[in-house]
């Protein structure tokens, strides 16, 4: 099945400055790949996402690229600012087989 | 509220009792998925209805889990003889057919088994 490995497990930035996540998936057949901030105690909430037909989308200060051939994606979210501190989970999916990573903890300091 | 919601928020059982819980998707959503998740962790796919089909099933599944959707619309998932290693946040989402995969979660149900 699908394995998904996510990195950094922490991360942490000063306000203003650029941050990037990555992830790696196994399964070349995956062809939708979301990710979700998870603020403590509150549910996954879908930040953007792209399909493999897509190789990078954009949504103001958040980016996603896909590189099918090397089997990874990656978030970068630029003027960080202290409210984007939270867990952010990548995800692959073929279908409606979704399967996660572990998650990133990002800190941004003020 | 529109969103997905879930019943109870918080569950506290003692070991070996049966816990049930219920989750209510967004209402134009076919498609139902639960999920597991542990501190740390991201969430673990448990089950996945399209309808009130249930058309997978995680190994992570013993024979302990249920889960059904008998109209098409809510689901429950329920855990007999629960174990202190089922203490976690058992997520449910919806999705709709188009687009395929956008999935929204509902709050959590947290269950502590003691």
């Known amino acids: 099945g699908e394995n998904v490995e996510q990195h950094p497990s922490t991360l942490s930035v000063q306000e203003g400055d650029s941050a990037v996540i990555k992830c790696t998936y196994s399964?070349?057949?995956?062809?939708?790949f979301p990710w979700y901030k998870q603020e403590l105690g509150k549910r996954p909430q879908l930040i953007i996402d792209?399909?493999?037909?897509?190789g990078e989308k954009k949504d103001q200060r958040i980016a996603v690229t896909l590189n099918k051939t090397a089997k990874h994606f990656s978030l970068h979210i630029t003027e960080t600012q202290p409210e984007d501190s939270a867990v952010y989970f990548c995800?692959?999916?073929?279908?409606?087989?979704?399967?996660f990573g572990a998650g990133t903890r990002l800190t941004v300091k003020p | 509220d529109t969103g997905v919601s879930q019943d109870p928020r918080h569950k506290i059982t003692k070991r070996g009792q049966n816990v049930t819980f219920r989750c209510d998707p967004i209402?134009?959503?076919?498609?139902l998925y639960w999920y597991r998740q542990t501190l740390g962790q991201g969430p673990e796919f448990l089950t996945y209805?399209?309808?009130?089909?249930?058309?997978?099933k995680s190994r992570l599944l013993s024979d302990r889990f249920s889960a059904e959707r008998p109209k098409g619309s809510f689901s429950t998932l329920e855990i007999q003889r629960t174990e202190q290693g089922d203490s976690a946040m058992y997520l449910c989402?919806?999705?709709?057919?188009?687009?395929?995969?956008?999935?929204?979660f509902g709050p959590g149900t947290r269950l502590t088994v003691t």
């Open positions: 989402a919806s999705s709709s057919r188009e687009p395929a995969g956008e999935q929204y």
């Open positions: 399964d070349s057949a995956s062809n939708y």
């Open positions: 792209i399909r493999s037909n897509v």
């Open positions: 995800a692959a999916s073929m279908n409606n087989d979704m399967r």
């Open positions: 209402s134009e959503h076919n498609r």
């Open positions: 209805f399209q309808n009130e089909a249930q058309l997978e």
